[in-house]
């Protein structure tokens, strides 16, 4: 089974993603819509899950104590932490070695279909030979981010585009013929 890769991710002016471990703007429309993408693409049928959120353990710590695990949501961290694995019927975590190769195989092995990969800037850069999907938010400023990512668009098509006071939203996929 091939599993599609999606990045999903905010950016400032200057493409920061970060400042001292969280993001740096409050953005209420952009956060539901990430919620709703990941959340409807993460339902299971038949208690097979569809999709995964998958983020680097920096990412995770960032999380908000309410909302961690992401509810409704199988959550995988790359860490290269000794922990393997924790959870319960309803959320589950899942602990893998610094290998995106790892984290496939255990993709594949429990029939997912996609993975949003949702940060940080390290675990971006190793899944983007695969991405096929970048779900980009630019929220409007400099927010003086002490982390950046820039992913070069190249051979990617504009699909949807949503331009809000604060932000735009663009779904971009990759072009069938690269």
Not at 18 to 43: S, V
Not at 105 to 132: D, H, M, P, Y
Request: aromatic residues 12%.
């Amino acid at each position: 089974m091939i599993v599609k890769i999606e990045f999903i991710y905010a950016r400032d002016d200057k493409n920061g993603i970060a400042k001292n471990g969280n993001m740096p703007w409050n953005c209420p429309k952009d956060l539901k819509r990430f919620a709703k993408i990941t959340k409807e693409n993460c339902k299971a049928k038949k208690r097979i899950p569809k999709a995964a959120v998958l983020m680097g353990r920096k990412t995770w710590d960032s999380l908000n104590k309410k909302f961690k695990p992401l509810p409704n949501r199988t959550n995988i961290i790359l860490s290269r932490s000794t922990k393997t694995h924790y959870g319960d019927d309803e959320k589950e975590i899942i602990y893998f070695s610094q290998s995106p190769e790892d984290c496939k195989s255990f993709l594949n092995r429990n029939c997912f279909t996609k993975v949003f990969v949702i940060g940080g800037a390290e675990i971006f850069k190793l899944f983007e030979k695969q991405v096929s999907v970048v779900h980009e938010s630019h929220i409007f400023g400099d927010f003086d981010c002490d982390i950046t990512f820039s992913f070069d668009l190249k051979g990617f098509s504009p699909e949807v585009v949503e331009e809000l006071d604060d932000h735009k939203y663009t779904l971009w996929r990759k072009n069938d013929s690269l």
